[in-house]
């Protein structure tokens, strides 16, 4: 049987913040996968940040330096929300 702890991670055109869910994904002597939810977790967006990105929609608005620098910050910000997941399911990291 093979097992892994894993986090997924999203963030939809609500742009309400980025969802992780920490799952169980295993597969039987047969094949058969199974996943389990451990926990899941939102963090939401800044007014600011939401801003940011709704910028970033409007080519009129849009530049390729916000571009640049807001895959960073969103970057970021997957990171922190996969590390909130985990340690608020009681993992360690």
Do not use: W
Request: aromatic letters at 4%.
């Amino acid at each position: 049987m093979s097992e892994r702890v894993v986090v997924g991670l999203m963030s939809g055109t609500s742009l309400d913040g980025i969802d992780a869910a920490l799952v169980n994904i295993s597969e039987s002597d047969n094949q058969k996968i199974q996943v389990k939810l451990i926990h899941f977790s939102t963090l939401p967006y800044t007014g600011s940040m939401r801003e940011r990105i709704l910028a970033l929609c409007d080519p009129n608005r849009s530049r390729l330096e916000d571009i640049s620098l807001s895959n960073m910050l969103l970057g970021e910000l997957f990171a922190k929300a996969a590390k909130k997941v985990v340690t608020e399911a009681g993992f360690e990291m």
